[in-house]
């Protein structure tokens, strides 16, 4: 039973998507009105794999082998979330859409997307803590076709130089000790990403989580020692001021330049790393008491939007299903830059064919969704004041606590 206040909402994020669309084009798009028996609407978030790509590619294969021709468009990740909403609005879905894993709870609540139940897919095999991402009170309303996150790359010569096994890396007292020998040999400690953007707080999450810290008490004790972590790192200069300005992206060229013992980054660069001008390694980010701290996830859903004609969906669940085999997901794996399959299944295959994945295989097993803990669409109200905190204390404006304290007061005024 959908519920008026998920209505309610829906309408508001109707009104905000359709101010959002002013600004950005729409690309085209095979909405419903443009649907025929023998021809599938497919939105994906990956313009720049073109028609002649292998994903491409592999997407219309599933739709041959269903009996139908899949119409693709591609969007970036942004302008995809809007267009879907305004399709919610006009009742032209797609078929089909891949969507960023936190934009399912967002979609969810429009109303527009089927439950996995209703849609008769077994959801069993899929690891669970991927899967809780696309989950809203209990509902299941998608499929991972894949994940990303991170962990911590390092540079072999710089450790071997300065008498660091990154075997020993196995809490935050341990890292730090290497920082401080690794800086004491003439190098550079660590780069992260901490601007002032949703990747900031994506990569703050593991240190948040690892502490201890709940996304609904951004003030919390654990929370700030994990912000006193990054912050006393930047006082000591065991990390560089950039990391204030840093993406993933400037942080993975500073690791590249060959200077820097450590580097926090994911998944998707394990192809340029193996190309680097020295030796890398990978060991998982440690939790603050040793083990292994959750990391977020990255990667998309597999969604199916409410059709006016229900009759749609037996082919719709075929082509689902053709993407989301082991061998599909290995498949996508490979074609996105190490994307993990979501099931063990899928892993095992993968690592059997490329076993030096394995610290990531394990990084992914032990990740967590950002809008998992039934945040839900709430998760962006809590983001943004957290990456400000970050900002804050990292440029010394505010004491670590301090910044939290605001962070908090600004996100408990905007959940609901």
Request: a negative charge; charged letters at 20%; hydrophobic letters at 40%.
């Given at each position: 039973?959908?519920?008026?206040?998920?209505?309610?909402?829906?309408?508001?994020?109707?009104?905000?998507?359709?101010?959002?669309?002013?600004?950005?084009?729409?690309?085209?798009?095979?909405?419903?009105?443009?649907?025929?028996?023998?021809?599938?609407?497919?939105?994906?978030?990956?313009?720049?794999?073109?028609?002649?790509?292998?994903?491409?590619?592999?997407?219309?294969?599933?739709?041959?082998?269903?009996?139908?021709?899949?119409?693709?468009?591609?969007?970036?990740?942004?302008?995809?979330?809007?267009?879907?909403?305004?399709?919610?609005?006009?009742?032209?879905?797609?078929?089909?859409?891949?969507?960023?894993?936190?934009?399912?709870?967002?979609?969810?609540?429009?109303?527009?997307?089927?439950?996995?139940?209703?849609?008769?897919?077994?959801?069993?095999?899929?690891?669970?803590?991927?899967?809780?991402?696309?989950?809203?009170?209990?509902?299941?309303?998608?499929?991972?076709?894949?994940?990303?996150?991170?962990?911590?790359?390092?540079?072999?010569?710089?450790?071997?130089?300065?008498?660091?096994?990154?075997?020993?890396?196995?809490?935050?007292?341990?890292?730090?000790?290497?920082?401080?020998?690794?800086?004491?040999?003439?190098?550079?400690?660590?780069?992260?990403?901490?601007?002032?953007?949703?990747?900031?707080?994506?990569?703050?999450?593991?240190?948040?989580?690892?502490?201890?810290?709940d996304l609904r008490r951004l003030d919390s004790p654990q929370a700030t020692e994990a912000l006193e972590l990054w912050t006393g790192w930047r006082n000591k200069g065991y990390a560089p001021e950039s990391v204030i300005n840093n993406s993933q992206n400037t942080t993975w060229e500073e690791f590249l330049t060959g200077d820097f013992g450590f580097a926090v980054n994911g998944t998707w660069q394990v192809n340029s790393a193996a190309e680097a001008k020295f030796t890398t390694g990978v060991v998982q980010i440690p939790g603050r008491d040793g083990g292994v701290a959750p990391t977020p996830t990255g990667g998309e859903f597999i969604t199916a939007p409410v059709q006016t004609d229900a009759g749609r969906y037996d082919v719709t669940k075929k082509i689902v299903q053709c993407m989301t085999t082991p061998d599909g997901m290995v498949e996508t794996a490979k074609t996105f830059a190490y994307y993990i399959p979501p099931t063990k299944a899928?892993?095992?295959?993968?690592?059997?064919?490329?076993?030096?994945?394995?610290?990531?295989?394990?990084?992914?097993?032990?990740?967590?969704?950002r809008t998992s803990d039934n945040l839900g669409t709430d998760y962006p109200k809590v983001s943004e004041p957290l990456w400000n905190a970050v900002q804050k204390s990292l440029s010394g404006a505010k004491k670590p606590k301090e910044a939290l304290a605001e962070a908090q007061s600004t996100a408990k005024g905007e959940v609901g």
């Open positions: 039973m959908r519920s008026a206040t998920k209505s309610a909402r829906a309408m508001a994020v109707f009104g905000a998507a359709v101010l959002a669309m002013t600004a950005c084009s729409s690309g085209g798009g095979g909405g419903a009105g443009e649907q025929s028996s023998d021809t599938y609407t497919w939105w994906d978030p990956y313009p720049q794999h073109k028609a002649s790509s292998g994903w491409a590619k592999r997407v219309a294969k599933c739709g041959d082998e269903a009996g139908v021709t899949i119409k693709r468009t591609a969007y970036d990740t942004t302008a995809l979330t809007n267009q879907a909403l305004l399709a919610a609005q006009e009742g032209t879905a797609p078929d089909l859409m891949l969507l960023d894993n936190p934009a399912v709870s967002t979609l969810a609540d429009t109303e527009m997307l089927t439950t996995m139940k209703e849609f008769g897919l077994d959801t069993s095999g899929i690891d669970k803590n991927l899967l809780s991402a696309g989950v809203v009170d209990g509902e299941e309303y998608g499929i991972p076709v894949g994940a990303n996150t991170l962990a911590l790359y390092y540079n072999k010569d710089i450790l071997d130089a300065a008498g660091v096994d990154p075997a020993s890396v196995k809490d935050w007292d341990s890292l730090t000790a290497a920082l401080k020998k690794v800086t004491g040999a003439g190098k550079k400690g660590i780069t992260f990403a901490g601007i002032g953007t949703e990747e900031g707080s994506f990569q703050f999450l593991p240190w948040f989580w690892g502490a201890g810290a899928g892993q095992d295959q993968l690592l059997g064919d490329e076993p030096d994945l394995k610290p990531w295989v394990d990084a992914v097993r032990s990740a967590k969704g």
